[in-house]
């Protein structure tokens, strides 16, 4: 069962950057999917990205695309998101999550991390 930490969240300014981190124990990090997602206070998490096991294919959510960039090291058993141009609307608490398949990237993740907060102010 692979463990995740996340980090790299914090307090910015709207049009600011910030990078998040996730990292993952174990030694078979490359056989598994990543995503991003996010829950802000009221409302329901909701999927941001998400990166093959590979990293060949990427998904973004319709809100995010352009701004946000989702990467990964796979020496380094690192999943990373890349947040610029950031908006109000984007504070929330951001989780890290893993699967052991590259099928239907955009739910169905049964490994979570405790999450990360990102407030972004106007």
């Known amino acids: 069962q692979v463990q995740l930490v996340e980090s790299g969240g914090g307090l910015v300014q709207a049009g600011g950057s910030l990078k998040l981190s996730c990292a993952a124990s174990?030694?078979?990090?490359?056989?598994?999917?990543m995503g991003w997602f996010r829950q802000a206070p009221g409302k329901e998490r909701e999927f941001v990205a998400a990166?093959?096991?590979?990293?060949?294919?990427?998904y973004y959510a319709d809100s995010v695309r352009g701004r946000f960039t989702i990467s990964r090291d796979n020496a380094k058993n690192t999943v990373y998101l890349q947040m610029n141009s950031l908006k109000p609307e984007d504070t929330a608490v951001y989780y890290c999550?893993?699967?052991?398949?590259?099928?239907?990237?955009?739910?169905?993740?049964?490994?979570w991390g405790q999450g990360t907060q990102v407030t972004v102010s106007s």
């Open positions: 990166i093959s096991q590979t990293g060949r294919r990427t």
């Open positions: 999550a893993a699967k052991r398949t590259d099928f239907d990237l955009l739910r169905n993740y049964p490994y």
């Open positions: 174990g030694r078979t990090f490359g056989t598994y999917a």
